[in-house]
Each structure stands twice: as structure tokens, then as C-alpha cells.
């Protein structure tokens, strides 16, 4: 496990093995929040441009309305953001 941490947050990484094969689990411990990335997330990633990350920090907490369920990365990544 790596503990990454700057002056806003800290999260852990850990490579885990689950029953689809090895993913990369992401965990915010202060907010509770993890997540498990396979390969293919995790390579989806360097396709981004910074205006995505932008738009994914634009609630660094997580969802902040009421009966809204967070969505996976991969959904935000891959299927063209809150729209899709």
C-alpha cells in the first residue's frame, strides 16, 4: 500500500486481486470513498485531458445533493461525463 497526501487530501493505493483478475484500489479515508480500477480504467485515464479532472473536482467531496448516487469513474471517463 502507498499513502499519498498533500496539503488538501490524502488517499491510499493498493493493488488488489479480485475475482475479474488485479485492479488499483483508490481509497479517500476521510471521505470513505473507493474505488477499484482494472488495466483498461487505469489506461483511460492518460487519455483525459486536465478539463476533465477540472470537471470531476468540481465537487471534491463527492456527490453534495441529496439521493444523488456517485457514479464510477469509468462512467464519467469512458461514457462522456453527467450526460451519459
Given amino acids: 500500500m502507498i499513502t499519498l497526501t498533500n496539503e488538501f487530501t490524502t488517499v491510499t493505493v493498493e493493488k488488489v486481486r479480485t475475482g475479474q483478475g488485479e ?3 483508490i481509497t479517500s ?3 470513505g470513498y473507493s474505488i477499484d480500477l482494472d488495466p483498461l ?3 483511460a485515464l492518460t487519455w ?5 479532472f477540472s470537471r ?3 465537487t471534491p ?15 464519467l471517463i469512458l461514457f ?5
Fill in 29 to 31: 479515508p476521510r471521505t
Fill in 56 to 58: 470531476l473536482l468540481a
Fill in 41 to 43: 480504467e487505469l489506461e
Fill in 48 to 52: 483525459q485531458t486536465p478539463e476533465t
Fill in 23 to 25: 485492479r488499483l484500489r
Fill in 80 to 84: 462522456g461525463g453527467e450526460d451519459a
Fill in 61 to 75: 467531496f463527492g456527490p453534495d445533493e441529496e439521493g444523488v448516487e456517485g457514479r464510477p469513474l469509468s462512467d
